[in-house]
Nanobody, 124 residues
Framework: QVQLVESGGGLVQAGGSLRLSCAAS????????MGWFRQAPGKEREFVAA????????YYSESVKGRFTISRDNAKNTMYLQMNSLKPEDTAVYYC?????????????????WGQGTQVTVSS
C-alpha cells in the first residue's frame, strides 16, 4: 500500500510556472507507474501525465505536452510535475496517483491510490 500527499499548488498568473510534488510513503513507491490527473469544477477527472517505475517512459496529454514535465526521484519517494507557460484552462485540482492495474495508462481506472489533491489556479 502507498499513501500520497501532493504539494506545490497555488495561484499564478498566466504564463507563469509551478512545480507540484507528490510524496509517497511506503517502500514500494519505485515499483509503481505514477500519474498526475486534474479535475476542474463541473468536469470529469482528466489525465495529465504519467511516468513508468524507473522514469524511462513518460506520457502526456496533448493539452500539456511541451509545457509540463513529469519526473520522479525514487530515492526520495517523490514525483514531480513541472508546469510552465500556464494557462487559465490549467486551473484545477491536481491529483497524483499510483497505478495498480493496467487497464489504460490514461484512465483513472488504472490507478488505485490517490492523494488528496492540490489546487492550481491560473489567473488571466
Amino acid at each position: 500500500q502507498v499513501q500520497l500527499v501532493e504539494s506545490g499548488g497555488g495561484l499564478v498568473q498566466a504564463g507563469g510556472s509551478l512545480r507540484l510534488s507528490c510524496a509517497a510513503s511506503g517502500r514500494t513507491f519505485s515499483s509503481y507507474t505514477m500519474g498526475w490527473f486534474r479535475q476542474a469544477p463541473g468536469k470529469e477527472r482528466e489525465f495529465v501525465a504519467a511516468i513508468s517505475w524507473n522514469g524511462g517512459t513518460t506520457y502526456y496529454s496533448e493539452s500539456v505536452k511541451g509545457r509540463f514535465t513529469i519526473s520522479r526521484d525514487n530515492a526520495k519517494n517523490t514525483m514531480y510535475l513541472q508546469m510552465n507557460s500556464l494557462k487559465p484552462e490549467d486551473t484545477a485540482v491536481y491529483y497524483c496517483a499510483a497505478m495498480v492495474q493496467l487497464v489504460n495508462t490514461f484512465s483513472p481506472e488504472s490507478y488505485g491510490y490517490w492523494g488528496q489533491g492540490t489546487q492550481v489556479t491560473v489567473s488571466s
